[in-house]
């Protein structure tokens, strides 16, 4: 089992910048993929970005160029930066760790992106 915990969402105007983290306790962090998907106000959960335990990272075409995913397997926790924000980037952004057929999730953080 992975316990999952986001924090430091929130509001922020259009072009600033934010930093999700998402802390995780209970099993071998290293070993998981990490990933951030994100879910608008009716629309589907979507994929954003991942970072495999050797530190290869894929984005969505989306946030690519603005949106960069990190982890530090001693502080076990995975990091989303996100720059140049705008308001279609407002969404509960969720944490997943994933490991073969395990899937775990976080409780999701509010980010609004509006002036």
């Known amino acids: 089992q992975v316990q999952l915990v986001e924090s430091g969402g929130g509001l922020v105007q259009p072009g600033g910048s934010l930093r999700l983290s998402c802390a995780a306790s209970?099993?071998?962090?290293?070993?998981?993929?990490m990933a951030w998907y994100r879910q608008a106000p009716g629309k589907q959960r979507e994929l954003v970005a991942t970072?495999?335990?050797?530190?290869?990272?894929n984005y969505a075409d989306s946030v690519k160029g603005r949106f960069t995913i990190s982890r530090d397997n001693a502080k076990n926790t995975v990091y989303l930066q996100m720059n140049s924000l705008k308001p279609e980037d407002t969404a509960v952004y969720y944490c997943n760790a994933r490991l073969g057929t395990q899937n775990f999730w976080g409780q999701g953080s509010q980010v609004t992106v509006s002036s």
């Open positions: 209970g099993s071998i962090f290293s070993i998981y993929t």
């Open positions: 970072i495999t335990r050797g530190g290869s990272a």
